[in-house]
Structure formats: C-alpha cells, structure tokens
C-alpha cells in the first residue's frame, strides 16, 4: 500500500503539533514526521499522537548522539503504548560540527556508532518485552544492568520500527543492513540519484545482511512547490531555492550536486556562508538545479508529476499540508490520487 506523510515545519512548537497532526489525519494523510531540530522531536511526536486517533507518527530525524540509547529506548517505548503502536523511531547523526559544538557530545565514527545505537536500542526493547537480562556490549555503547524496577515491562505492540536518514555511501548500506527504512534527505531525493546511487548502496546492505528487503521503507522527503495557482507555486519555487542554498552550503550534502557535474555550487555555497553572506545563497541555486531537486506543479498537476518522478521508486512519499486551510481539500484530493500510484 503506497502511504502519503505530512511533514511539520522546523519551527512549529509542540503547542502547534497537535492541531497540525489533527488537520493532516483530517486530510487522509496516513503519517506525520516530526523534527527534532529547534524543538524536542520526541515531545513533538507525544503531542502528535495524543492529538489523534489513525495517523503514524515518526521522528525525521532524532539525532541520536547527543541521547543516550536508553533514555531514547524508554521514550520510544512509552510513545508506542501510548499510541497503540502508530510510532516509529527515525534516528540520524547530523554533522560533526552540531554534535560537538551545539550539543557538546562526541562525535567518533558516526556510521560504526550509529549501527550500534540501533542495535542497542533493539536490545533494550527485547529486555523491556521478555524480561530477560539486558546485555550489549559494543565499542561505542555498553548497556549491561536494567534492574526490574526500571524496566517498563511488555506493550501490546513491542515491534517499533527503526529508521534512519543517510547520505553518504557507507551510512546508506549500513542503513540497508540494520534499519527497518530509510528517510532521504531532501537534497538527495532526485529520481537519477535515487536509481543510480541510493538504492544501489541500499541494496548491497540489504545482501550484506541475508535480506531482500521487501519490508524495507524508503522514506521520500522531496521538497515540493505547489499551490493552488502558478502564482502560489512560484513562490514556493523561490522559497525553496532558499532552502536549497542553506542546505547545499554543508558539504555533506553535495552527493547530488556531484552526481550532476555540480560540485562547484556547492563549495560556492560554503565559501559564502564562511564569508556571512548569507542573503547570497539563493544567487548560486539556479533553476536548473532546482529543477532535477524540486517537483513544481498545481495541486492540480502535482500528484501526476510526483507520479511520473517517483513510481517504482518508493511506496511512502511526504507531501505538504498548505499553509491556507482554504487549499485543505485541494490537498486532500492529492492524496487520494498519490495512495493509488502503486
């Protein structure tokens, strides 16, 4: 079944979600990502989920370092018994320079150590459903004592899936090997980086581990222009290009700009952002890049362009809720027709 999931913008507070989650369930979205950016992604999907009833909600992406596993296994834990199993853990890294310098933890061999998170997480879930003695030693994460005091003992739906974001080639076969998906990064979601880069790494993961990956989510997050008339996605378009130069001024970013002969605009970027003219970047994000990135189209149009983009390449694509209530049924008619591109 091919499954549409509203995004939240990063700035939205928890005391925003819940309406927002509410209005998307509304709409017949079948999920919610949350962030974990300007606010805490785990208190944004607890108020997501109290404020409806059908909708999955997930974290896109919780950075993990920072957390120690079993403060995050316990939090998981919680949100799926509180929804009744409609939440997923998307976990990621971020960049070395947010780990150390914003949130003062360490940052060693994030693909090692992130690989072990989840394993240390699924171990810590296991204990928590059976019972049985936690043990998992690793060289980043050592989790050997859960008394039963602490231990919240078994949920109705103990199966919470794990995703993760990635980028890079050798966090994406990780990913393949260990997650039950992957959420892409908005950068990354061009159908020619897809077919040619992604779901190959993707798929020697999924042989390194013995899988086929059948119940693999591959989670497409393109940022997309759209709107009720060109006018509106126009200026969407301009948005975007915004975000675009912000974005590609990481380096760890550029894959895609590489793919397509591109990798100078990336370091343009950079070189800007280092000199603080920041008010430039949209200078250097042309309409050509912005065209192999961003689907542009009215609600109309749109779900036949998503469509032809991505058909074949995923069964979960987010979409935007509008910014005017007023489009609300315009958007919903776009995902009745995207949960029929199967």
Same mark, same amino acid.
């Given at each position: 079944m091919f499954q549409v999931f509203a995004t939240c913008p990063e700035t939205m507070n928890p005391a925003q979600v819940g309406p927002h989650a509410s209005r998307a369930e509304a709409l017949g979205y079948d999920g919610l990502l949350v962030p974990d950016a300007v606010h805490d992604g785990l208190l944004m999907a607890a108020m997501a989920l109290q404020a409806t009833q059908r909708l999955?909600?997930?974290?896109?992406?919780?950075?993990?370092?920072?957390?120690?596993?079993?403060?995050?296994?316990?939090?998981?834990?919680?949100?799926?018994q509180l929804s009744a199993g409609r939440f997923e853990l998307g976990l990621g890294t971020q960049?070395?320079?947010n780990i150390e310098k914003r949130y003062s933890a360490r940052w060693d061999s994030p693909v090692p150590q992130l690989r072990e998170y989840i394993q240390a997480i699924r171990a810590i879930f296991h204990s928590f459903q059976s019972g049985?003695?936690?043990?998992?030693?690793?060289?980043?994460?050592? @989790?050997? *004592?859960?008394? /039963?005091?602490?231990?919240?003992?078994? +949920?109705?739906?103990?199966?919470?899936?794990?995703?993760?974001?990635?980028?890079?080639?050798?966090?994406?076969?990780?990913?393949?090997?260990?997650?039950?998906?992957?959420?892409?990064?908005?950068t990354n979601t061009a159908p020619e980086y897809l077919r040619q880069v992604c779901l190959p790494r993707l798929q020697a993961g999924f042989q390194k581990a013995g899988r086929n990956g059948d119940d693999f989510r591959l989670v497409l997050g393109p940022l997309t222009a759209t709107g009720r008339d060109e006018q509106t996605v126009a200026a969407e378009w301009e948005k975007l290009r915004n975000m675009l130069g912000f974005l590609y001024s990481t380096q760890a970013y550029w894959p895609s700009l590489e793919l397509f002969g591109w990798q100078d605009r990336g370091q343009q970027l950079l070189d800007l952002t280092r000199a603080g003219r920041w008010a430039e970047l949209h200078t250097v994000v042309?309409?050509?890049? @912005?065209? *192999?990135?961003? /689907?542009?189209?009215?609600?109309?149009? +749109?779900?036949?362009?998503l469509k032809a983009r991505y058909r074949g390449l995923t069964t979960r694509l987010t979409f935007p809720l509008p910014e005017d209530p007023a489009d609300d049924e315009r958007a919903a008619q776009v995902i009745r027709q995207l949960r029929g591109m199967e």
């Open positions: 999955v909600v997930g974290t896109s992406v919780l950075v993990a370092f920072p957390r120690s596993p079993m403060t995050t296994a316990i939090a998981a834990w919680d949100l799926q960049v070395k320079a049985e003695r936690l043990h998992f030693e690793g060289r980043h994460y050592s @989790l050997t *004592k859960l008394q /039963p005091f602490f231990n919240p003992g078994p +949920i109705e739906h103990p199966r919470i899936p794990i995703m993760a974001g990635a980028v890079g080639p050798a966090m994406t076969r990780m990913v393949g090997r260990v997650a039950d998906g992957m959420i892409t990064h908005p042309t309409d050509e890049v @912005l065209e *192999k990135v961003v /689907p542009r189209g009215v609600y109309d149009d +749109i779900a036949a362009i």
